[in-house]
């Protein structure tokens, strides 16, 4: 799973509506996968504004693309999660056996 995300992408932060331009689904069908744990949710930006990491969007594209099913779908948004909460890990230790 982690061949899907490309950590040297450069940092960049979406806000909702860009992140399901690009995916091509709704407000109501977007917030449904983050709630199914099929997408990250997102991260504060203060105040109220939220945002979403590019990468972490592209590597859930490329999953999809790639015909992964709603279970590896779920793996990967935890390791994106993971690395989101410490991106200094081993990333040999992220992959799920």
């Known amino acids: 799973m982690i061949n899907f995300i490309n950590f040297s992408e450069q940092l960049i932060i979406q806000r909702?509506?860009?992140v399901c331009e690009q995916l091509k689904?709704?407000?109501s069908t977007f917030h449904n996968r983050i709630n199914?744990?099929?997408f990250p949710p997102s991260f504060s930006l203060g105040g109220r504004a939220?945002?979403?990491f590019a990468y972490e969007t592209n590597a859930m594209i490329r999953a999809m693309a790639a015909g992964k099913s709603n279970d590896e779908?779920?793996?990967l948004v935890g390791i994106l999660l993971q690395y989101r909460e410490n991106?200094?890990?081993n990333l040999q230790q992220l992959e799920v056996k």
Do not use: D, M, T
Request: avoid cysteine.
């Open 36 to 38: 199914e744990g099929l």
């Open 25 to 27: 689904v709704g407000r």
């Open 50 to 52: 939220a945002g979403y």
């Open 73 to 75: 779908l779920k793996v």
């Open 16 to 18: 909702r509506v860009e």
């Open 87 to 89: 991106p200094n890990f």
